[in-house]
């Protein structure tokens, strides 16, 4: 049990951080620029919200197999696979919890005040100060937001990760998988331990984000 | 002249079309509200699109015709707002050194704006004309190519506003920098304008230059 849930705690880590990194320019383009495919850009950080996990699971499954391109770029790079991998779940992750990560980040950006940024070029900012000076403290509760869904909603996963991981023992099964075993085998007091851990966590996670919300708005202060 | 305007464009209801060209002066412009000051201050910032052409110190800010356009961000304009506009999550000290400009002076503008003492203070701990105040010494302390001022003393006390006046008036005489004014006061028309601006529906109705204001002076 404590295996799978060091997994499971080490994938939301990964994929937190990654996410973070990938959903700040995404989040930027689609709060402040208009351009062409905007819309489909959108739609597409969006799908995972409404996609069956196993459809996503098998898109990447099918992008991360050893002869696929990703899968032999990989092979070839580190002399593993990427299927059924530690790292696999995580690109995985990354794509199932974007819209977790990017909407929080978009609104965040958006609901700064306009007379903050045109401050920041009257002053002669560019944009990496932008960010740091203006952007990013604006929006701080909208980022925090970000990282506890982004982690709440990588730890529970099911569909994706049992897809692309497949469950293997102290490698790729997560907490919310080995729950899943339990009960089918009838452990049900194992089951019940694991059932309240991660229950704990996500009441815990989305506690944080709700304080954070009402906590963290600059503007009506 | 040293600066050139001339801009076009439309707004919603209001039709701003401005040409004109001046030196090193402090101009005050004045008119009804929605005459177009703001919208003129703003396009000279580049906060607003607008067709035309403007050129300050020989250095050219837009030409359109040319599809030409230097960046708000490399202007390096000094720009007071209505509101004061300060960041809540920086003290006073890290508001006027935003954007890490290089600076000068910066003690005694400090100390012509009383706000020595309001250095380490959050925003949320100013009242509105000290706010004010700093925006003004964020403005004025990185000597920038353009002072624009939108009702910089809305917020003052009268005998702030008095002071303020000289303080302006001192240091623009100095710097030599071109000041554009927003203002409902006559006083500060009356104290500072080297030109006055009078501005209605989008267009400059008449620009009063200092010799005529220099003889209405002379007939009060």
Redesign the interface.
Same mark, same amino acid.
């Given at each position: 049990m404590i295996d799978s849930l060091i997994i499971s705690f080490q994938l939301s880590l990964m994929t937190t951080v990654i996410l973070m990194f990938v959903a700040l320019p995404v989040a930027y383009i689609l709060a402040f620029k208009n351009f062409k495919g905007r819309t489909s850009l959108e739609v597409l950080v969006a799908l995972p919200l409404v996609l069956p996990p196993t459809v996503l699971g098998y898109y990447v499954l099918l992008l991360i197999q050893p002869h696929a391109w990703l899968g032999q770029t990989w092979q070839s790079f580190f002399d593993s696979s990427l299927a059924f991998s530690f790292s696999g779940m995580v690109l995985a992750s990354v794509l199932y919890s974007l819209p977790f990560a990017v909407q929080p980040m978009q609104q965040a950006f958006r609901a700064v005040p306009r007379a903050w940024l045109e401050l920041a070029k009257i002053q002669g900012m560019n944009l990496k100060q932008t960010f740091r000076h203006v952007l990013l403290p604006a929006s701080k509760g909208g980022i925090w937001v970000a990282v506890a869904l982004s982690f709440a909603h990588t730890m529970g996963e099911f569909g994706v990760v049992l897809m692309v991981g497949g469950s293997m023992p102290g490698e790729t099964k997560v907490a919310s998988i080995e729950l899943f075993e339990m009960v089918e085998m009838q452990q049900q007091s194992d089951a019940s331990i694991l059932a309240l851990i991660l229950l704990a966590i996500s009441f815990v996670l989305l506690s944080l984000v709700y304080s954070v919300n009402r906590r963290s708005s600059w503007v009506s202060s | 002249m040293k600066h050139h305007i001339d801009i076009n464009a439309r707004f919603g209801s209001l039709k701003l079309d401005v040409q004109v060209a001046f030196n090193h002066e402090l101009i005050v412009i004045s008119g009804e509200n929605g005459a177009g000051k703001t919208s003129l201050l703003r396009s000279l910032? /580049? $906060?607003k699109k607008v067709d035309g052409s403007i050129q300050i110190n020989q250095q050219l800010w837009l030409d359109s015709a040319a599809s030409f356009l230097l &960046?708000?961000?490399?202007r390096? $304009?000094?720009?007071v =707002?209505a /509101?004061a506009?300060l #960041? &809540? =999550?920086l003290n006073v000290k890290q508001n006027l050194t #935003? /954007? /890490? @400009?290089k600076y000068e002076y910066f003690e005694s503008i400090l100390e012509d704006l009383a706000l020595i003492s309001l250095l380490e203070r959050q925003p949320?701990m100013l009242s509105t004309g000290e706010a004010q105040r700093v925006a003004l010494a @964020?403005a004025m302390y990185a000597k920038p190519s353009l002072l624009l001022l939108d009702e910089p003393f809305s917020a003052q006390a009268p005998d702030m506003r008095h002071r303020l006046r000289e303080v302006l008036k001192t240091w623009q005489e100095k710097h030599q920098i071109p000041v554009l004014l927003v203002s409902h006061d006559v006083e500060d028309a009356k104290v500072l304008a080297q030109q006055h601006w009078y501005m209605r529906e989008g267009k400059l109705l008449k620009t009063i230059t200092q010799k005529y204001m220099d003889k209405v002076k002379t007939n009060d």
């Open positions: - | 910032a /580049g $906060l &960046p708000t961000e490399q390096k $304009l000094g720009f =707002w /509101g506009n #960041l &809540p =999550w #935003l /954007g /890490g @400009r949320s @964020r």
